[in-house]
């Protein structure tokens, strides 16, 4: 299996209601960061939190990171019909060299 | 003014071939990626280059062969090309290796027939 796990694989909400998205990895991370990829395009950078860092804000996005458990979550509160999207949990590892290892994403839909 | 460009957006070729991808930013960074999106979106590593330094080759087969001309350049050929070679490859750029946020471009769609 992956280094990350997003779940669930599939969300779809009501517009205006909040939308939380899991990921878990397997090994030691310096910091997990989490993307946006709308469809056709390529994958946007939302927000990093670093190993030490327990829970980042930004705008309607708050993000926790559980290194105990191996596991963070992204929240998006007051969703909007423009949340809809794929989102990534990615992280950053050394295996040799550093690099990013991406989850299969969760993708989320908004309904209006 | 894209950060992260390449080219073609769309790629439809036949077994066999060879093509290239080329991929370009413009944000002054260091590092540069291939990634692989197959059809499951899951997103793989392929290659990473620092100052234009082949620093990670994931198992890729070698008819996959990244080329560097300078740090705002990132190509990619395929050489014979294969049906499991169809998926979206996407370049993306940081400012040091993997420790901060990555500027993907927009994805080459590659269809082999």
């Known amino acids: 299996s992956q280094q990350g796990e997003e779940d669930p694989q599939a969300l779809s909400i009501q517009e205006g209601e909040n939308a939380t998205m899991n990921c878990s990895y397997k090994?030691?991370?310096?910091?997990l960061q989490w993307y946006r990829q709308n469809s056709g395009r390529g994958l946007v950078h939302l927000i990093l939190i670093r190993s030490n860092e327990r829970e980042k804000h930004s705008g309607r996005l708050r993000v926790t990171l559980d290194t105990s458990k191996k596991s963070s979550s992204l929240l998006i509160t007051a969703s909007r019909a423009a949340d809809t999207a794929s989102y990534f949990c990615?992280?950053?590892?050394?295996?040799?060299?550093?690099?990013?290892?991406f989850g299969q994403g969760t993708r989320l839909t908004i309904n209006p | 003014d894209t950060a992260v460009s390449q080219t073609p957006k769309y790629l439809v070729t036949q077994m066999g071939n060879d093509k290239s991808i080329k991929c370009e930013q413009n944000?002054?960074?260091?590092?540069m990626y291939w990634y692989k999106q197959d059809s499951k979106k899951f997103l793989k590593i392929m290659f990473s280059y620092n100052n234009k330094e082949l620093i990670i080759n994931e198992t890729v087969p070698n008819r996959f062969s990244p080329k560097s001309p300078d740090k705002a350049h990132l190509n990619l050929h395929i050489n014979s090309l294969e049906l499991g070679d169809s998926a979206v490859y996407f370049c993306?750029?940081?400012?040091?290796?993997?420790?901060?946020?990555?500027?993907f471009g927009n994805g080459t769609r590659l269809t082999v027939t």
């Open positions: 990615a992280t950053a590892i050394i295996q040799g060299a550093q690099k990013l290892v």
């Open positions: 944000l002054g960074h260091d590092t």
């Open positions: 993306a750029s940081s400012q040091g290796e993997a420790q901060g946020a990555l500027h």
């Open positions: 090994t030691s991370i310096n910091n």
